[in-house]
């Protein structure tokens, strides 16, 4: 039976976890708006002053002055007015890594289409969490170990995405400057290492290598402490059961059963709601690459879901 022929797939159109029937718009294209919105803003309102760069950078020194300390995450949201391509490279890799943008064939031919990606793996809420902590902590790096220098931009957030993904996937082949093919973990390491060497003086100046190099040790923290033990950033704020009664009721309700003998893995600690979701972006994927498209993972994930369904009509 193909996945098209499961029941999750019956009863007209899908809705998503917020219920309205229509795509929640993705974190990581939030967090681009939101990049963008202030590049354009500070350039067109403030092109003389740079008073929202001014007000948003990380200061020199900033460790030792707790009243800027602020700048640890507002920092990660501005970028160079005199450079586009700073904020381009910052903003691709999020789409690419974070978001999974990729040109491909799918059911409906060739074009630009998401595949693996980070914001999926993890969830929403838990990217959100990642991607903001991530920032703060490669600022905080930044801060304390080139005091001597400020700093600004997302590529703190960014490598960290960057390396997350080498973690989850890294026998999966990427194209380095659209060229070239080399497994994830192979970019991985190169990343590390140019920024190693950046952050010894061995590269160009005038880079925040200690704000990657921050990034890529946040990733790492994240994926054996956390990922890898289960635990979540939403799990210990107690998100799931804060927003649980906000959402709206879908049409799609997941249950459990104490007869499931599936092997559930990794998917074994989500609630209903998170179960949920998780499937939401799993059949947006299958609509944009079709069955071949999923990895192994996924596809044991909707077998799962295939599973507590019948078990609910039972």
């Known amino acids: 039976m193909g996945l098209s022929d499961r029941d999750y797939f019956r ?102 289409m998401r595949t693996d990606n980070i914001e999926w793996r993890l969830g929403r809420s838990e990217y959100f969490c990642f991607y903001i902590f991530a920032i703060i902590f490669a600022a905080v790096c930044h801060g304390i170990l080139t005091s001597q220098a400020g700093g600004y931009g997302a590529s703190g957030g960014v490598v960290a995405v960057v390396i997350m993904f080498a973690f989850l996937y890294p026998n999966k082949t990427v194209f380095v400057m659209f060229i070239v093919p080399v497994p994830m973990w192979v970019l991985g390491i190169f990343i590390v290492g140019i920024d190693f060497l950046g ?71 989500l609630d209903d709601i998170e179960f949920a979701e998780r499937l939401d972006q799993i059949l947006d994927k299958y609509g944009s690459v079709g069955e071949a498209g999923l990895t192994k993972e996924e596809r044991e994930f909707l077998q799962e879901a295939s599973k507590r369904y019948r078990n609910k009509n039972k």
Do not use: C
């Open 199 to 269: 952050a010894i003086g061995k590269m160009e100046a005038g880079i925040g290598y200690t704000a990657h190099l921050g990034g890529a040790f946040f990733a790492l923290l994240y994926y054996f402490l956390m990922f890898k033990k289960k635990r979540s950033f939403t799990g210990l704020l107690g998100w799931p059961k804060k927003f649980a009664k906000q959402k709206t009721k879908s049409n799609l309700k997941i249950y459990k059963s104490d007869n499931n003998d599936y092997d559930t893995k990794s998917n074994d600690n």
């Open 11 to 112: 009863g007209g159109r899908r809705r998503n976890s917020n219920g309205n029937g229509i795509s929640t718009m993705s974190v990581t294209m939030r967090i681009v708006i939101v990049n963008l919105f202030l590049w354009l803003a500070n350039g067109l309102f403030f092109p003389d002053t740079n008073f929202l760069l001014e007000v948003l950078v990380m200061p020199a020194g900033v460790i030792f002055e707790p009243l800027y300390w602020y700048t640890f995450l507002t920092s990660g949201f501005v970028h160079s007015p005199f450079e586009f391509s700073h904020i381009l490279l910052n903003m691709l890799g999020l789409l690419i890594f974070g978001y999974g943008l990729t040109i491909g064939s799918g059911v409906n031919g060739v074009g630009l």
